[in-house]
């Protein structure tokens, strides 16, 4: 057999036993059920370590810059929105609340927000300011931002580039052989925050941050509200954060459909 076809074999082979069929969610009353690829050889906690030490990174050049915001008054929103939000990822990973949470938010006119891989989240004060957004608007966007998380859409897309270059035999180099764990975290963090996410994903976000902000008892017609915000934002210039989360009448849809699966724990949430 010729040395390439042999190569490729292996490559295959490998490529088939190091995937994995995973749902790293359950589905909530939302529906979120699709099970997605994993390589077995990038595991949760490589890309958690990965992408902590970028996020620390941020935070010292914030810092540096006199713009980390730890006192004023969307500061304190955020972190109390966090402190409702955070303890409802239960109901879609059990894991998922004892996670190393870090909230923190920087002084910027970027309209943005993220939470990257094992619950690191960052929001801009510009996306508050700007957008002038209400508590259940912020809940909204937070919540999607940690669906994204809880889904580890940053780890699918990383297997499935890896998968892609093992087919082509590159996957040793992919894996890390010879690459320093700063070529690493520079991929976790292309993967997870830089890269636009598939529309799949998006509304497996959107679903699942919908159904974490009526638990927390936020109102889940502020989804609505917060994406009609974000489209008209900045004319021909919108948000940093639509680079990566485009707003469109499918994604409203979408939301005004989960509506009523989750008004019930909204409701349910104001009672308690």
């Not at 935070?59 to 304190?76: F, V, Y």
């Not at 529309?199 to 989804?223: F, K, M, S």
Request: charged share 20%.
């Amino acid at each position: 057999m010729p040395r390439v076809f042999r190569i490729a074999g292996l490559a295959a082979a490998l490529m088939l036993t190091a995937c994995q069929q995973v749902n790293t969610t359950s589905g909530g009353v939302v529906g979120v059920e699709r099970k997605q690829t994993m390589f077995s050889m990038l595991s949760s906690a490589q890309v958690d370590q990965m992408y902590a030490q970028s996020y620390q990174q941020t935070l010292s050049e914030a810092s540096q810059a006199g713009k980390l915001d730890a006192s004023s008054s969307d500061a304190k929103r955020v972190k109390a929105i966090a402190d409702r939000l955070i303890p409802q990822t239960g109901a879609f990973r059990q894991d998922a609340p004892s996670w190393k949470w870090e909230v923190n938010v920087i002084q910027s006119d970027e309209l943005n927000a993220n939470c990257g891989p094992g619950g690191k989240i960052i929001v801009y004060t510009g996306l508050i300011d700007k957008l002038k957004l209400t508590d259940d608007e912020l809940a909204a966007v937070m919540g999607h931002e940690i669906a994204h998380a809880l889904r580890e859409h940053g780890r699918e897309a990383m297997s499935r580039a890896y998968a892609e270059q093992v087919g082509l035999g590159l996957g040793g180099q992919l894996l890390g052989l010879g690459q320093t764990s700063v070529d690493l975290a520079h991929q976790v963090v292309e993967y997870s925050m830089t890269l636009p996410n598939s529309r799949q994903n998006e509304n497996e976000a959107d679903l699942i941050g919908l159904e974490l902000a009526a638990r927390a008892g936020y109102n889940p017609n502020a989804a609505i509200t917060l994406w009609q915000k974000m489209g008209q934002a900045g004319g021909d210039a919108p948000p940093e954060i639509l680079s990566t989360h485009p707003a469109d009448s499918t994604r409203m849809a979408n939301l005004q459909a989960a509506i009523p699966k989750v008004m019930p724990l909204y409701e349910q949430a104001k009672t308690r």
